[in-house]
């Protein structure tokens, strides 16, 4: 039985890719260009015929990008959409938690160890209580 060795790129250019793509200078799968120009010390050749394979069912299949229409943006094993608009990791600098005054777990210290047994129910008022 053949197999074809897959392995799991990291995500980094594009983060909801649905495909991964096989470069066909060098026989390996890339999420996008980007990671193929990373990874390798030669440029991307083209080509006419292109081959995917489907992050949602597995499977491997190829595309004729000279004749690519509409009908093609779906995986033709499972219907998964591919082709949809890129999200990319942005930088984003954010205040972790809401205004302090309603949640103010953000300045409880997690390193400072709490003594578990005290609550208030554990507490002895009985000289206090008339």
């Not at 509409?70 to 990791?89: G, L, M, Q, R, W």
């Not at 103010?104 to 507490?123: C, G, L, N, V």
């Amino acid at each position: 039985m053949w197999s074809v060795a897959y392995r799991l790129p990291t995500i980094k250019h594009i983060l909801n890719a649905q495909v991964s793509i096989r470069a066909p200078c060098c026989k390996q799968w890339f999420d996008c260009a980007e990671c193929h120009a990373e990874a390798q010390d030669h440029g991307l050749r083209k080509t006419a015929e292109m081959a995917f394979m489907c992050k949602k069912c597995k499977k491997a299949f190829r595309k004729d990008m000279a004749n690519y229409e509409e009908s093609d943006e779906f995986c033709p094993h499972c219907d998964n959409h591919y082709v949809i608009e890129a999200k990319t990791p942005q930088a984003v600098l954010k205040v972790e938690g809401e205004d302090a005054r309603i949640d103010s777990r953000m300045f409880k210290d997690d390193r400072a160890r709490q003594d578990p047994e005290r609550t208030i129910f554990s507490m002895d008022f009985s000289d206090r209580v008339g």
